[in-house]
């Protein structure tokens, strides 16, 4: 029986990661759950799960949770905040920790797992966008595993030498990240301005949180993906390459010196990553339905419009800029996607708030986590600046 801790349990991976666990009950036990502020559902998962500790992101959260669970006899301790996150983590019960806290929030939680040396399934990519070399590096300090979720990367992983030799030891000369182009790849480019967040949530493909829905429509998904990819695998931006595969069959590829090209394919459904990495180096079920080829029928495939798709420029262009230029990327865009999903901002400015940003914070070289969580915080800071002032001029314009 392994302990498993869930980092963001209430969200979308939180969820489906659940749902498989729920389906092995001789296989994993649930020891700690966290949420930002949805109580309702966290009392619904300790009552289901029974899980030693819940967390909540703050103490009024954590109170209410703390009376629901009185009145209904249920034993879980509630913690909160940060402290309460980092101890979920690194708590001795857990071997497995789900990291599925959206943004750059999920940075710290995810660090104090991996510093434990616990098998980390690392869904919230931002912790690697803004932090990939100090994680990496603390990964092997500490003889932490970490078996990636996101879709693409996971099958990356299964394409890969089975050795972990590294790339260009192992034969790869490139990795295919595939990539839907998310509900606006047919749209007018001179309509984008006017789409609404419940239009840009609505994935063609795939069901997944809010912010991670805008960011697969603006393409920044692909971009936060390629710098992940570029951490975990060790490769050069020049040796990813985005693929439109409007489908979402294939999952990503791996391309080898002798022309062999390994694909993943299967269902969107968030459940086969998290059961893969959940048991590798076995398999389990995972309750995704059999992949019918025959309704599928055919698979399609493009190169990306940067002109319709900006923010996948923009992160190809922090990779090369390097240093500090994720972290401020990374930073701007969830401002700007905050700001469109509360209707304060275009869809198209999201680009326009990131590059800004970007424009007007130079990039450092320092990669410790003060520096890194400074410039986030700065990146932020100035992005606000920037959103609100377009709001402005756009309401006078
Ligand atoms: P979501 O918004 O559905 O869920 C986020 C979870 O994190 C929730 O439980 C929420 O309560 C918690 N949370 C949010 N902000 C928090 C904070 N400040 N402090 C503590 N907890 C907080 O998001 P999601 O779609 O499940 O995505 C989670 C992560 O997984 C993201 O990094 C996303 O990019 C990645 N991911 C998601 C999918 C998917 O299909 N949903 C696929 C690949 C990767
Ligand atoms: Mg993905």
């Not at 076995?282 to 940067?306: E, H, M, T």
């Amino acid at each position: 029986m392994k302990g498993l801790t869930v980092l963001g349990s209430t969200g979308s991976i939180g969820v489906s990661t659940l749902d498989v666990v729920a389906r092995h009950p001789e296989k994993y036990c649930i020891v700690a759950l966290t949420a930002n502020r949805d109580v309702e559902g966290m009392l619904l998962q300790c009552e289901r799960f029974k899980p030693k500790i819940a967390v909540m992101a703050d103490t009024e959260s954590a109170n209410l949770l703390a009376r629901g669970l009185s009145q209904k006899g249920i034993s879980t301790e509630v913690l909160s905040g940060l402290r309460g996150l980092e101890i979920a983590a690194a708590i001795p019960e857990a071997e497995i920790v789900m990291a599925a806290i959206v943004g750059a929030a999920g940075l710290l939680p995810a660090l104090a797992a991996v510093r434990a040396g616990k098998r980390l399934l690392l869904a919230n990519k931002e912790a690697l966008v803004v932090a990939g070399s100090l994680f990496m590096a603390e990964v092997a300090a500490h003889g932490a595993e970490i078996l990636p979720i996101d879709s693409e990367h996971n099958a990356v992983f299964q394409c890969l030498p089975p050795g972990g030799e590294g790339l260009t030891p192992g034969g790869v000369k490139r990795i295919l990240l595939t990539a839907s182009g998310g509900p606006f790849r047919t749209m007018p480019i001179e309509q984008l301005a006017g789409v609404t967040p419940a239009q840009a949530c609505a994935h063609p493909n795939w069901d997944m949180g809010r912010k991670i829905s805008v960011d697969s429509a603006t393409m920044m998904n692909k971009g936060l993906e390629v710098i992940e990819a570029h951490w975990l695998f060790g490769a050069e931006a020049e040796e990813i390459q985005v693929v439109l595969h409007p489908q979402s069959i294939i999952h990503s590829m791996v391309e080898y010196v002798d022309g062999s090209v390994l694909a993943q394919l299967g269902n969107p459904d968030m459940r086969t990553p998290i059961a893969h990495a959940l048991a590798w180096p076995q398999r389990i079920d995972s309750g995704v339905d059999s992949l019918n080829l025959f309704q599928v029928a055919r698979l399609d495939f493009d190169q990306p419009d940067l002109q319709r798709y900006p923010c996948l420029k923009l992160a190809y262009q922090a990779i090369q800029s390097g240093g500090t230029a994720s972290v401020i990327l990374n930073a701007a865009n969830e401002v700007a996607v905050e700001a469109f999903l509360a209707e304060r901002l275009a869809f198209t400015d999201i680009a326009w708030v990131v590059d800004e940003t970007l424009q007007r914070l130079s990039v450092e070289n320092g990669d410790d986590l003060d520096t890194l969580l400074d410039i986030d915080r700065q990146g932020r800071a100035i992005a606000e600046q920037v959103a609100q002032n377009r709001v402005i001029s756009s309401d006078i314009g």
